[in-house]
C-alpha cells in the first residue's frame, strides 16, 4: 500500500472526449480543488506530448499546472508514493499497463484523475482509454464544437492524410466534428483514395 491511505477512499476518474473539447481544463480544475482540500498530489503526462513545456500541462484556456514527464505507466506508480491524488493527462498515450497502474494506485488509496482522447483520428477507440472508462467510478465526457455544423463535437478530425497513430498537434492538423460532419469528411477523404 502507498503511505497509510484507507484503500476504501480510492477511486478512479476518467475525463474523456475529442480534441479542444476541455479535457485538461477539467483534470485542471479537479487537481486545484484537490489542492485547496489540502490534498497532496502530483500530474504526469507522457512523453510523447510535446506540445506543453515539458515541466507542465497547460489547456487551451491557457490554465497550467506543474507536471512529470513520464516513459511508461510503470513510472507513474514509482513516483505516486506518499500522493492523495494522481493527475495523468493525454492517457491514450500509454499502453495497457496504464489500466493496472491506474486500478492499483485506486485499490491502494489514492483519487486518480485520467484525463485523454477516447477516439483516435479514425474514430475507433484509442490506446487503454476503453479500459480505463470500463474500471472507473466516474467518467465525464466533455465535448468541443463541430467547426462545421455547430453541434456537439465527438471526433477529432485530422487534416492531414498521414496514416500515424499518433500524430500530436493542434488546430492545423485537428478539428473537432460532430458525427454527421466526421462522416461526410471522411467518406470525401476515401473517394479521393
Do not use: W
Not at 485547496?36 to 489547456?59: A, C, G, H, M, Y
Not at 513516483?79 to 492517457?91: P, T
Not at 465525464?140 to 500515424?164: F, M, P, Q
Amino acid at each position: 500500500m502507498i503511505g497509510n491511505k484507507n484503500n476504501s477512499k480510492g477511486r478512479l476518474e476518467v475525463i474523456c472526449g475529442s480534441m479542444f473539447s476541455g479535457k485538461t481544463e477539467e483534470l485542471i480544475k479537479r487537481l486545484k480543488r484537490a489542492a485547496l482540500d489540502k490534498e497532496k498530489f502530483v500530474v504526469f503526462k507522457p512523453k510523447t506530448d510535446s506540445r506543453s513545456p515539458k515541466n507542465k500541462i497547460i489547456s487551451h484556456g491557457k490554465n497550467e499546472i506543474g507536471a512529470r514527464v513520464v516513459e511508461n505507466a510503470q513510472e507513474i506508480y514509482s513516483c505516486s508514493k506518499n500522493y492523495d491524488v494522481i493527475g495523468i493527462d493525454e492517457a491514450q498515450f500509454f499502453d495497457q499497463d496504464l489500466v493496472a497502474v491506474c486500478n492499483k494506485l485506486a485499490n491502494d488509496g489514492c483519487r486518480v484523475i485520467v484525463s485523454g482522447l477516447d477516439m483516435d483520428y479514425k474514430g475507433n477507440p484509442f490506446g487503454p482509454m476503453p479500459n480505463l472508462m470500463a474500471c472507473a467510478e466516474e467518467i465525464t465526457k466533455v465535448h468541443a464544437v463541430c467547426i462545421d455544423t455547430g453541434e456537439l463535437a465527438n471526433y477529432s478530425y485530422r487534416k492531414n492524410t498521414t496514416n500515424d497513430l499518433i500524430l500530436v498537434g493542434e488546430k492545423k492538423e485537428y478539428e473537432p466534428l460532430s458525427r454527421g460532419a466526421f462522416i461526410k469528411r471522411m467518406e470525401k477523404r476515401e473517394k479521393k483514395k
